[in-house]
């Protein structure tokens, strides 16, 4: 898979004068099942987050407050979206190159996750991500 599968998914949004309502519901707004939800908070001004790509792993990535950006690398293309708002969430398929940052105060990162945490589903490695993808 590559980066023109990745793409903003619009979530419902009830508008309320009580405060706005998001839903997201498995089966439906979520190409994958759901195996894990984690999140990124208290991060530092300048951080940079993720630096890796997934073999396997389909993720959705939500700014639930704030906002940071999302690089994304297939290693023929680069695409950065730009996320700050709560109603959307950027899929992001097995196979690509993230990295994460210019994160705002008080930022909140949340990943929808298809699958619980596995180390070896990891290319950490832009260079061995570089062969795997594309081989050589
Ligand atoms: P990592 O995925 O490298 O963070 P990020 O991509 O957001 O920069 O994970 C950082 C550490 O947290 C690493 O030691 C693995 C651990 N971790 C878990 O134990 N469970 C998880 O679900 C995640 C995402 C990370």
Redesign the pocket.
């Known amino acids: 898979m590559s980066i023109e599968h990745c793409k903003i998914i619009d979530f419902p949004k009830i508008h309320d004068p009580r405060g706005n309502l998001t839903f997201i519901e498995g089966g439906k707004h979520i190409p994958f099942d759901i195996h ?1 939800v ?1 999140y ?1 908070y208290d991060v530092p001004g300048g951080a940079e ?4 790509a997934h073999k396997d792993l389909h993720e959705v990535i939500v700014a639930m407050s704030g906002s940071f950006d999302v690089l994304l690398d297939d290693g023929k293309e680069k695409r950065t979206f730009h996320l700050n708002r709560s109603y959307n969430g950027l899929y992001v398929c097995p196979m690509v190159w993230r990295e ?1 940052n210019n994160f705002s105060s008080g930022s909140v990162c949340m990943v929808l996750a298809s699958n619980r ?1 596995d ?1 070896d589903d ?1 290319l950490r490695d832009y260079a061995n991500f570089m062969r795997v993808r594309w081989g050589g």
């Open positions: 894990r984690y990124l987050r993720g630096g890796h994460l945490y180390e990891y």
